[in-house]
């Protein structure tokens, strides 16, 4: 009984961590997926790593996701809080918060995302008006060999100005460019190797004050960015008529003035504002970016799209969410693509908010969870082909769009990121109507397509390249 009991104590099974860097000798920094699944074949489906001096618990595959994120959903919710993110965000905003502050603003920005109070402009039209814009600037290439990585940046990110700021900027605006600019360096820094090192490693932390100067000083400026939009707001807000997020946050300010327990304030509503850049622009642009060369890869795909739109769609109209119910191939290839491009393959660390029996072990309160997204999107059980780009993965034998538990790029539970609808929105939209305006033509053979990705930090992005955007 007592080797029983103390058997129940213990902490998952794990590789022994050496001194100061744990077990950084077994993973592949450059590949950690693949690294983190070879550690699963020998200690199974949920085990202990040390990456530096942090201990973290690791999840891989559907069942031990589900148990936890979903079944033990309450107590697998706080975010694993990085030191860098700690120093960045100081517990503000809704990424990095946890607890009660958490709460008010992931219930806050659900609702506001989801067109609750933003005027009489839907979300969808500013994702609808954005397309445009974007369709009219890749139309100025006239075709010509074109790397679409600034621009298609450019088109997610105006997405999030437009709902938090109430109007989009032009493209060649000097505060967009600058703000834009200070967004891309601040993911460059993040996903650098030595900010991996800080988060990992505290004994090197002495060695980096520079760069993590420059990350704190670039989300100041981010904060400042939008507190000035904050100002004009709050010059002529009408609380009864609120026209976007800012105007809704400021609103929910004043309407919870008197209550203490209320997290509402200006230096959260700051964060909030870096939160949905942060993870709003990149994600949402890298899908588009890689959909577009993983298309290019596969004419047969291209043009079964092609005839999709012109039988759904033609091309007088705009194409709309509500088309996605009648175009079962596009919704299959834009679920296969967040599929096989596994973008954000270690999810974002959760924690445990208070000890807890899982299967047999216990995990103390703090206890950091890595809920791995590759081994799910890439079970070669759900999905026979999982390691190629096959929209067949989503359809049935009649052409149906075929869903799947195991699709989960957004994560899943309460924590799950807070912007699927908008990113499932955009992605559908942005690609839908490129496809409605242009054939996309690689510039050499296709079959020399290069589409392995380069892994960034926490993601893995599209390898660059060019293509011709000509019209339809
Ligand atoms: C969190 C994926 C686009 C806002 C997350 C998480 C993932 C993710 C994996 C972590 C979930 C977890 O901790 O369990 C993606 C992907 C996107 C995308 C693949 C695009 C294709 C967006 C967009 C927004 C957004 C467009 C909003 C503008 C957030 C927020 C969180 C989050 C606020 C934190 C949620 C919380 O901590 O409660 N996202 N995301 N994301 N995402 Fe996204």
């Given at each position: 009984?007592?080797?029983?009991?103390?058997?129940?104590?213990?902490?998952?099974?794990?590789?022994?961590?050496?001194?100061?860097?744990?077990?950084?000798?077994?993973?592949?920094?450059?590949?950690?997926?693949?690294?983190?699944?070879?550690?699963?074949?020998?200690?199974?489906?949920?085990?202990?790593?040390?990456?530096?001096?942090?201990?973290?618990?690791?999840?891989?595959?559907?069942?031990?996701?589900?148990?936890?994120?979903?079944?033990?959903?309450?107590?697998?919710?706080?975010?694993?809080?990085?030191?860098?993110?700690?120093?960045?965000?100081?517990?503000?905003?809704?990424?990095?918060?946890?607890?009660?502050?958490?709460?008010?603003?992931?219930?806050?920005?659900?609702?506001?995302?989801?067109?609750?109070?933003?005027?009489?402009r839907?979300?969808e039209e500013r994702v609808q008006e954005e397309a445009q814009c974007l369709v009219e600037e890749l139309r100025k290439r006239k075709g010509q060999p074109t790397d679409p990585t600034f621009i298609l940046s450019c088109a997610p990110c105006n997405v999030i100005c437009s709902i938090?700021?109430?109007d989009r900027f032009k493209y060649n605006d000097e505060k967009f460019l600058?703000l834009m600019?200070?967004?891309?360096?601040?993911?460059?820094?993040?996903?650098?190797?030595?900010?991996?090192?800080?988060?990992?490693?505290?004994?090197?932390?002495?060695?980096?004050?520079?760069?993590?100067?420059?990350?704190?000083?670039?989300?100041?400026?981010?904060?400042?960015?939008?507190?000035?939009?904050?100002?004009?707001?709050?010059?002529?807000?009408?609380?009864?008529?609120?026209?976007?997020?800012?105007?809704?946050?400021?609103?929910?300010?004043?309407?919870?003035?008197?209550?203490?327990?209320?997290?509402?304030?200006?230096?959260?509503?700051?964060?909030?504002?870096?939160?949905?850049?942060?993870?709003?622009t990149?994600?949402t642009n890298?899908?588009i970016r890689?959909g577009l060369?993983?298309?290019?890869?596969?004419?047969?795909?291209?043009?079964?799209?092609h005839?999709?739109i012109?039988?759904?769609i033609g091309h007088n109209r705009l194409p709309s969410?509500?088309?996605?119910?009648?175009?079962?191939?596009?919704?299959?290839?834009?679920?296969?693509?967040?599929?096989?491009?596994?973008?954000?393959?270690?999810?974002?660390?959760?924690?445990?908010?208070?000890?807890?029996?899982?299967?047999?072990?216990?995990?103390?309160?703090?206890?950091?969870?890595?809920?791995?997204?590759?081994?799910?999107?890439?079970?070669?059980?759900?999905?026979?082909?999982?390691?190629?780009?096959?929209?067949?993965?989503?359809?049935?034998?009649?052409?149906?769009?075929?869903?799947?538990?195991?699709?989960?790029?957004?994560?899943?539970?309460?924590?799950?990121?807070?912007?699927?609808?908008?990113?499932?929105m955009e992605v559908f939209l942005f690609l839908t109507t490129i496809l409605q305006n242009f054939t996309l033509k690689?510039?050499?053979?296709?079959?020399?397509?290069?589409?392995?990705?380069?892994?960034?930090?926490?993601?893995?992005?599209?390898?660059?390249?060019q293509l011709c955007f000509l019209p339809q």
């Open positions: 009984l007592w080797r029983q009991g103390f058997k129940r104590r213990k902490l998952p099974p794990g590789p022994i961590p050496l001194p100061i860097i744990g077990n950084i000798l077994q993973l592949d920094l450059k590949n950690m997926p693949e690294s983190l699944s070879k550690l699963a074949e020998k200690y199974g489906p949920i085990y202990t790593l040390h990456i530096g001096t942090r201990r973290v618990v690791v999840l891989h595959g559907y069942d031990i996701m589900k148990e936890a994120l979903i079944d033990q959903g309450d107590i697998f919710m706080d975010r694993g809080n990085l030191p860098m993110f700690e120093d960045v965000a100081e517990g503000h905003g809704v990424i990095f918060s946890s607890g009660e502050r958490w709460k008010q603003h992931r219930r806050f920005t659900l609702t506001t995302l989801r067109n609750f109070g933003m005027g009489k839907s979300v938090l700021f109430r600058h600019n200070l967004l891309n360096e601040n993911f460059r820094l993040f996903n650098k190797p030595w900010t991996q090192l800080y988060n990992f490693l505290p004994a090197f932390r002495a060695y980096l004050p520079g760069e993590h100067k420059r990350i704190l000083k670039i989300n100041e400026e981010v904060k400042d960015f939008i507190l000035e939009r904050v100002k004009e707001h709050q010059k002529v807000l009408d609380p009864n008529n609120p026209q976007d997020f800012i105007d809704c946050y400021l609103s929910k300010m004043q309407q919870e003035k008197d209550n203490p327990q209320s997290e509402f304030d200006l230096e959260n509503l700051k964060m909030t504002g870096v939160d949905l850049f942060s993870a709003g990149e994600t890298s899908t890689y060369l993983l298309i290019l890869k596969h004419p047969e795909v291209q043009a079964k799209i005839e999709e012109g039988r759904v969410i509500k088309d996605r119910q009648d175009m079962p191939y596009m919704d299959a290839v834009v679920h296969e693509v967040q599929r096989f491009i596994d973008l954000v393959p270690l999810n974002v660390p959760h924690a445990v908010n208070r000890d807890v029996h899982f299967q047999q072990y216990i995990l103390p309160k703090g206890t950091t969870i890595f809920p791995l997204l590759t081994p799910v999107l890439h079970d070669k059980k759900e999905f026979p082909k999982a390691d190629q780009f096959d929209p067949q993965h989503f359809l049935d034998e009649n052409g149906k769009f075929k869903k799947s538990d195991h699709f989960m790029p957004f994560s899943i539970g309460k924590r799950s990121c807070a912007g699927e609808g908008l990113a499932k690689a510039v050499g053979d296709p079959n020399e397509i290069r589409i392995k990705p380069n892994y960034v930090g926490f993601s893995k992005l599209p390898p660059r390249y």
